[in-house]
Structure formats: C-alpha cells, structure tokens
C-alpha cells in the first residue's frame, strides 16, 4: 500500500486532501501539531471511506526539534523499529513494514501570524512554518521517498506581491512587520526552494550526500484564496469578512483538487493552479536561489538536529 504524507492534515485544505486518498485507499499519514484534533479528523475520515489504514503523527513546524523527531520516528519506523511521534511516543511500528515509503508529501500546512514573534531556533514564525520547516523535512525525508515518488509544496497567488533578499531571515521589528508581506515573503522562499529542489533531485548524482531514489518530482500548487481559517485576521474586520468575502473563496474541496491534479501527473518543476504550467522562472534569480539553499541548508544545520541531503 503505497504511503502518502500530508502536513496540516486535520483541517481545511488538507483535510479535503486526506479525505479523497483515503477514498482511493492510500495509507496516509496526517501530520499535525495538534493531535487531538488530528484524531478526531482521522475517526471522520475511516467513517466516511471505510479506510482504516490512516494515521496521525505529530509535527510542529514552528520547531525543528519537532520536525527532527518526525524524521527520526519514521526512518525508526521504516527499519521497524518504532513508530512516527504521536505526543511524544513512538506507534504502529513492526517488523512488516522494514520497506515503508514514501510515495508522496504534501506539503499543506501554512500559517501567518499577527506578530513578527520568533521560534525557540530564533526564526520568525511564519517563515518557519511556510517555509524553513518545509525545507528541513522535505530534504530529511529524501532517502526514504519511493521510485517514482512526488513532492508538492503549497504556494499562493501571493508570491507576485513581493519579492525577497537577502534579509530574508531578519527577524522584523513590531513597527515593520506586515503580516500579508511576511506570509507573501516566505511563499516566495518556497519557491525559490522547489525550483532548486526540482533541479538538484533531477541530477541527484552530482554532490549527493545519499544514495537518493530514482524518478522524484517536484512541484508546487497555488491554490487560490481558500475559506479556510487562515484568512482569519482576528480582528474587528472577521466579522464583515465573513459575510462580504468568505462566500466568493473557494472551498477546501475545491481547492484539494489542484494538489490531487498534481499527485496525477507529476511534472517537474510545475507549478499546478487553474492549470498547470512552468514555475515562473522569470521571476527567479539563478545565483540568489542556490545562496538561498545553501544558506538555509547551514542555518538549519546549527541547529544541530538537521543533515544535508544534497548540497553544490
């Protein structure tokens, strides 16, 4: 039974995900920080398709220890020697599944938060989130992806917006911190970072650090704007937004299509939306993306929790 992970699993977006490859019975594992709701998500989910071969395990993108753990718990799990964390312990492990793959991550979960705050590795949250902890789990997940397996990274129609440089890790003080710039920013951090990933698994030959599977995509997903809890300012301006604007996003379901559109065919390097076509590379800087990759790839490393998969 071919496994596929999706981040952010217990609700909007990744919820509707879920719920369709559960349907067409993938073995999935939902990745959330919070468990319980993850749990209950996951008891809806075998209701409704009868698929019980769907599990949660824990992940806190807002810190890299947790986002080391996860690894660790699955390459444990893989040799059959543990299970993925769920609130800290280990589960489901056994000696049958020394050959569990990755077949697909899905990397859903995003966030934007109200204020420039920073995590306990001193990156601000929500570049963390969109990005940082994506680039940590993905390049920790590498070696254990199937032959033929897919990578799908969540960006947004935000990243035309803005652009990045080299500050990107500041940490903005209170008074400069936009929130809607911040989220825009560390979408298009993502992008830079799976164009460069797409490049480098395509010659994974040249300066690999492990042996990697053969044939792995890499693609991106720009969903639209959402009804989903994301949009929520939490501010006086929710309760109008609710009635103004909520009803002309799209819906979750609606939106899980474009990423089950992705999983189908599999392009390189493309980025999926209301249709899919090349990543806009016009808007890419070849030198800024591998000083990019590379400085976030040695940032996540002091942390000393996090190995480069590929490097120049």
């Given at each position: 039974m071919q496994t596929i992970i999706v981040t952010g699993a217990s609700s909007g977006i990744g919820r509707a995900i879920s719920d369709v490859l559960a349907a067409q019975?993938?073995?999935?594992?939902?990745?959330?920080?919070?468990?319980?709701?993850?749990?209950?998500?996951?008891?809806?989910?075998?209701?409704?398709?009868?698929?019980?071969?769907?599990e949660v395990a824990y992940l806190d993108l807002l810190s890299l220890k947790s986002v080391q753990q996860f690894i660790d718990k699955f390459g444990e799990r893989r040799e059959g020697n543990g299970g993925i964390e769920r609130s800290g312990e280990g589960y489901g492990g056994n000696g049958g599944e020394s050959k569990l793959k990755i077949y697909a991550l899905i990397n859903?979960?995003?966030?934007?938060?109200?204020?420039?705050?920073?995590?306990?590795?001193?990156?601000?949250?929500?570049?963390?989130?969109n990005y940082t902890s994506v680039f940590a789990l993905t390049t920790g997940l590498l070696s254990f992806m199937a032959d033929g397996s897919t990578i799908i990274n969540t960006l947004s129609v935000m990243v035309h917006?803005?652009?990045?440089?080299?500050?990107?890790?500041?940490?903005?003080?209170?008074k400069e911190y936009k929130r809607l710039n911040q989220y825009s920013r560390s979408k298009v951090a993502l992008m830079y970072f799976t164009y460069e990933l797409a490049k480098r698994v395509k010659d994974s030959s040249v300066g690999a650090t492990v042996s990697l599977p053969p044939n792995i995509s890499v693609c991106a997903t720009d969903p639209g704007v959402v009804n989903t809890g994301i949009i929520t300012m939490g501010n006086r301006l929710d309760p109008l937004a609710n009635i103004f604007f909520r009803p002309f996003c799209k819906k979750p379901e609606t939106a899980a299509e474009i990423t089950l559109r992705?999983?189908?065919?599999?392009?390189?390097?493309?980025?999926?939306?209301?249709?899919?076509?090349?990543?806009?590379?016009p808007q890419l800087d070849e030198e800024f993306s591998r000083w990019l990759w590379n400085e976030t790839a040695t940032f996540v490393e002091k942390t000393g929790r996090f190995c480069r998969q590929l490097q120049e």
């Open positions: 019975g993938y073995h999935i594992i939902m990745a959330c920080r919070n468990v319980e709701k993850g749990e209950r998500t996951k008891d809806e989910i075998i209701a409704n398709t009868g698929n019980r071969n769907i859903n979960a995003g966030a934007m938060f109200a204020e420039p705050l920073p995590t306990e590795d001193r990156i601000e949250r929500t570049l963390a989130t917006t803005t652009k990045i440089d080299r500050n990107i890790f500041d940490i903005p003080s209170a992705a999983l189908r065919h599999r392009q390189n390097s493309f980025l999926y939306k209301g249709h899919h076509s090349n990543l806009p590379l």
